[in-house]
């Protein structure tokens, strides 16, 4: 029902903030469960992404949060066409990525490429980095044969990694050196889009500033564009421009950054920013995070209306649990899939004193060195 | 860098590039940094257990297949390289200290050498079988006698076979033929079959596999449950089924028939593998990056069936052994006068209360062969196994 009207706002807020690099609309992505011996029947699907439609826009990086399980990996895979779509289309720069295959398809991927999660599964053990980083360039004709030995060390010497270890195989290096070379193979290709799947989950506390850090500067440097994906919000906050929050399969709220953890507006967004924990043993005795009832219910059978509003304390019986929420455009750029938020108004479920404790602690949970 | 170029074609480059103030190479080709003072002295637990082995991977033999991955060796490297990168790394990319040289990495081959050298038995078994094929390879050299002639001084007075004496040093057979001979040359028969027709499924399992577990789909469905009717048959019916289907059975139609039988086994295992390592998210990665499947099939899926493939094939050569015997024990394999093991046992079964040594030792040959294949098999399993190695 919602799909006309969010593709409508979707494109009003980006008319209004720029350039759209990747459109995104109505994206589905089910995964069967099926049954049977010989004869596979379908029994159902597990609606890991269930009709997405928003923007990234050029330059941008745009934070994708939500819980474990609510669909985000597959929507940035789903965007690459590591997933078959079940629906909807992803346009890039305009391009449907849903009806390329084969060559068309592997040429266009080179605009789009991806950062693992996990660094020690992401490279292939049995190449050495000369071999890994110079993949792309040869796979895509980057470079001519001789160029491209010296193409890899600077590559390798752009994410920080010393040019002299192309011969070393990737068990020799820490995960945090490893996810800097599955960088420099992404930036092989010379992209536009990134996809960052939770790169900096799998590392070191230690290292992820670095690794965030060094995603910046290199954004800077070639206008990088990002859909950052993660389950740290504040590190989502540190890094986005603009941030969607994802609940079991779709969007509930998308706004630029501050906005956003300023002034959370759907009930789910204000219960997980609650969730932050402050690095103030004071106030975190004092303040009372919201904690929701109940368990994220199976994407294999979500429920009617509101996906949120099993565990929603502002519910209404009769249209919440009835009715599906489209995502509307509230304020200028601000979206939320909500019946109850209103332009004037809209569901608190902290007082205002809570949300301030959080708001202020947020900050100063983000990586050091945010200031470069 | 692309995968056909060997890697040490990048060291004088990287030599001149990086020494412009000539510092000195260091005598050992791994040891690194010498120039580094990030760097504690004394580390490098890998260092000092350098052995003959590996002073041969470091060279052009290691750069031809620079595709195999340590785990030991290189920690000590890496805990430098890392207290290197991650001073360094965050602010300064590209000031980097001279590096002394570009090191090499140990292969996989070697760490999987140095593992296997632990097991002993394994060892053995390894020792045996290269005894074996040196046997098979030299038979007219080695052997003593005509493994087919008949001789009137190798038969009793009664015409009876003659027990091991200097002359005939196993015995002789029922035909007066020198039996250490006729096991000799029945080494040939027993490892020729052995190897190719486990050659021959390995290779039909390969690719079944790759083609089930890669692609998926449909053609998953046929090939998988095709194998599925394969193993629920049973082997040695299907063996004798197949060579007795064939007039004038010989080595090379028993390559085939046992090949055609063992495919499915073969074909389960590479499924499995492949299954697993396709959703890697290297393999992700190289399709972003634009890889075709070939590509992503040679260069990132093959490398890592080594493994299993040299496994399965060890342990399925003993297997292959035997079957091999059985068949030609009741007739159906090699033909006489063409001596195998399983044959000989055949013949000489019924004089095993006069003439013992006619059954013992073809016996004892098919026994220490299907041992040693097993403990090699066994031993690479475990030097192979992912469980000790960080993947």
Redesign the interface.
Known sequence: MSAAATTATSATAAGRNGDVLVHIEGLKVHFPITSGVVVQRKVGAVRAVDGLSFDVLRGETLGLVGESGCGKSTTGRAILQLEKLTGGHVLYEGADLARLRGGALRRQRRRMQMIFQDPYASLNGRMTLGRIVGEPLLVHKLRPRNEREGRVKELLKLVGINPNTINRYPHEFSGGQRQRIGIARALAVEPNFIVCDEPISALDVSIRAQIINLLQELQRTFGLTYLFIAHDLSVVRHISDRVAVMYLGRIVELAVNHELYEEPLHPYTQALLSAVPIPDPAVEERRRPVVLAGDVPSPASPPPGCHFHTRCPAAQEGLCDVDDPALREIRPGHLVACHLVTETDYPRIRSAEERAATVGAAGVDAPEGGAS | ???G?P??E??P??ATD?DPEGLPKPPDDRALGTTSDLEEPAQEPGGPTTDDFEAGDGDPAGSVE??????LA?EG??AA??A???I???EA??E?LP?AE????RG?WTEVWRRFRKDKFAVGGLVIIVLLVVVAVFAPWIAPHNPLTQYDSGLSAKGQPLPPSSHFWLGTDLLGRDLLSRLIYGARVSLVIGILANGFALFLGVIFGILAGYFRGGLETFIMRATDVMLAFPIFLLAIALSSSISHPGIWVLVVVIGIVYWAPMTRVIHGEVLSIRE???V?????????NR?ILT??IL??LVAPIIVYTSLGIATTVLLEASLSYIGLGVQPPTPSWGQMIADGQQYYTSAIWLTLFPGLCIMITVLAFNLVGDGLRDAFDPQQR??
């Open positions: 860098m692309s995968p170029k890697p040490d990048f060291v480059g990287i990086l620079p595709e195999f991955e340590v785990a290189g490297h890496s390289m890392q290197e990168s991650e360094i790394g965050a990319y590209g980097w590096e570009v090191i090499q990495a996989t890697k998210e290297f992700t990665a190289a399709r972003l990056t634009g890889c075709t590509r260069n990132h490398p890592h960080r993947r």
